[in-house]
């Protein structure tokens, strides 16, 4: 129902016969009203409305159901993959850095 009392014309619409439903009923403007009428005259039963963003939000499932499915591992860097990065890049303040924190930890500083 909106907010107005009156049944959305959608409800209406979704039955296979919604143009004989909405000629025939002359009942109150509300929901319950209109789904005892579609229930006695024609044994239709409403289901919960779906939400207005119900597809998008089964398409991303999907996506992220995809995605995750076919996922790998990732290691993380170590501090030789960092340094070789760092080299590879021209960053030598980077690279020497790691080198001068790699030396301390072997040397236990």
Known sequence: MTSSGKVPTRWISSLPAHSAS???????????AVAEFLASEYGYEAGPEAHPYAQA?????GELDQLQ???GSVAPLTQADEIAWAEA???SGTSIA???DQLS???GR
């Open 22 to 32: 909405a000629k025939d009923y002359d009942g109150e403007p509300t929901q319950d």
């Open 69 to 71: 499915a076919t996922r």
């Open 57 to 61: 939000i089964a398409r991303g499932r």
């Open 98 to 100: 790691l080198k001068s």
């Open 89 to 91: 890049r021209g960053n």
């Open 105 to 107: 930890r072997m040397f």
